[in-house]
């Protein structure tokens, strides 16, 4: 994994975080339950702190691993969107059950992104 991709993947999200935080707090914030906004809010920091992470080690390219970035690059998709559609799909009243269990897989995937990171740090 090059250091530009790693970095643009990051650039990426936390762009997005701040689009998708925004859109939550000014245009959803009327049409969502307090438990959808909050729900929605919880798939926008995890997307950021994960993009911020994905940022610091693109930045020290010899400690990150192949396998760390697609933990957190599929984790964050798996984890944050599946909130996203969750509650968005909820809000209009046609809730897409089928996304449930996946966000869980995309919080295991984040875990194991940090697993690998503590991993890598003790070697």
Not at 9 to 17: C, E, R, V
Not at 70 to 92: E, M, N, P, Q, R
Request: aromatic share 12%; net charge positive.
């Amino acid at each position: 994994m090059t250091q530009q991709i790693i970095i643009a993947t990051a650039a990426t999200f936390g762009m997005l975080s701040v689009i998708f935080g925004a859109f939550g707090a000014h245009a959803l914030k009327k049409n969502l339950s307090e438990d959808q906004l909050h729900s929605f809010e919880v798939g926008v920091k995890y997307q950021m702190y994960h993009a911020i992470v994905l940022l610091v080690l693109g930045l020290n390219p010899g400690f990150i691993t192949t396998a760390i970035y697609w933990c957190f690059t599929i984790g964050i998709i798996l984890f944050s969107f599946s909130i996203y559609g969750l509650v968005l799909s909820d809000a209009k009243g046609k809730k897409l059950r089928f996304l449930g269990p996946i966000t869980p897989i995309g919080g295991l995937l984040l875990v194991t992104g940090w697993l690998l990171i503590l991993s890598t740090a003790l070697q």
